[in-house]
């Protein structure tokens, strides 16, 4: 029995969701008094490798493999399933990220196991019954979820559970899967389109909506996020118009996100965008309308025209940071 965390590479290093995953199965292997291994795939140096020990990971296995060189939904999740039986693991935990919503249910199958996708807090155990709580309803409501099975994964919404130090000294050792499966694609190239962080990673997101008027105002939008190191976002109809790419529409039809800080900007809080941005840890929220029903979910409101506080925000966080 042991906890088996399968930690996500970007050109050989680890994102922020990497150390949280590793802190959540290191919470639930002192519970069950076992082993924290880390499984991750790609070419992570040991002294990256290492940082997960920071963070309570007692084993790390690292999978090299040619054939894993690119990501690969049947691959990857053959060579996690090949290693959670090697290291008996019983419960599996990922982030809930683009790749981890792939990997999750390929994994279940191949594996047996019951799943938890997009879970928000530790695991707990309630009459004999393994329970975990996650978002249901784009984040309308919570469900609480009884795994029945043997083996259990858990995927992890990122930006969910604390970063939590537990420092062990890891073994590192290379992991060679067999992976006994036919591979359908294969990624021949990979072209990076943008260097922007990532709309799903990002800890702070400034969003705009209708109220920015039309996309010339954009600018001052971006200027903003530029000053905070934020990713931009927008609502539905924003996208909808082409003023800003659909990438960034989040809502329920869109991205789903929880920053530390989402700025909605000139957008009214309807439902369907609130499923996507409720979870984040703060809302402040800039509008004219003060009956705007954006201001009932946000912590802090400023009631006022945004084409003239974004620019003196912006000022007022340069001067902040110079
Ligand atoms: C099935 C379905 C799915 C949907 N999915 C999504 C989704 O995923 N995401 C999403 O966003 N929407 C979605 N919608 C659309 C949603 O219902 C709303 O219509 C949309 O979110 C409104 O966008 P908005 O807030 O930008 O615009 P509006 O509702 O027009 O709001 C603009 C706001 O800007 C304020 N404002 C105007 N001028 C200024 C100014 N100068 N300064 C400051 N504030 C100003 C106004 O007071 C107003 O509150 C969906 C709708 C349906 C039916």
Not at 73 to 94: F, M, P
Request: aromatic share 6%.
């Amino acid at each position: 029995m042991a906890v088996l965390v399968y930690i996500e590479q970007v050109e050989g290093q680890f994102k922020k969701s990497a150390f949280e995953t590793v802190s959540y199965a290191k919470e639930i292997a002192k519970v069950l008094n076992t082993q924290t291994i880390a499984f991750t795939i790609g070419n992570a140096s040991d002294d990256v490798l290492k940082t997960l020990g920071i963070y309570g990971a007692d084993k790390i296995l690292t999978a090299k493999n040619e054939e894993l060189k690119s990501f690969s939904n049947a691959a990857y999740a053959s060579a996690i399933a090949e290693a959670a039986n090697q290291e008996n693991a019983d419960i599996i935990i990922l982030s809930n990220s683009f790749s981890g919503k792939g990997l999750t249910p390929t994994l279940s199958v191949k594996l047996n196991a019951g799943v938890v996708a997009g879970a928000v807090e530790l695991p707990r155990m309630e009459g004999g019954k393994f329970i975990v709580k996650k978002f249901a309803f784009s984040g309308k409501v919570f469900a609480s979820v009884e795994v029945s099975t043997a083996k259990k994964i858990i995927s992890l919404n990122p930006n969910s559970y604390s970063i939590i130090e537990s420092a062990t000294s890891p073994t590192i050792e290379v992991f060679n899967p067999q992976l006994n499966i036919e591979l359908k694609t294969r990624v021949k190239e990979v072209i990076r389109s943008t260097d922007k962080v990532p709309l799903p990673e990002a800890e702070i997101v400034v969003s705009g909506g209708r109220g920015l008027k039309g996309p010339e105002n954009w600018n001052i939008l971006e200027d903003l996020a530029e000053a905070l190191g934020a990713a931009t976002a927008c609502s539905k109809p924003v996208s909808d118009a082409g003023w800003r790419p659909h990438e960034e529409h989040v809502g329920q039809t869109g991205i789903v996100i929880s920053p530390n800080l989402y700025l909605a900007v000139g957008i009214s809080g309807a439902i369907q965008h609130l499923a996507g941005v409720s979870s984040s840890k703060t809302i402040v929220a800039i509008n004219k309308d003060p009956e705007a029903p954006i201001f009932k979910v946000a912590n802090y409101g400023i009631v006022g025209d945004a084409l003239e506080i974004l620019p003196k925000l912006t000022q007022a966080i340069k001067a902040f940071k110079g």
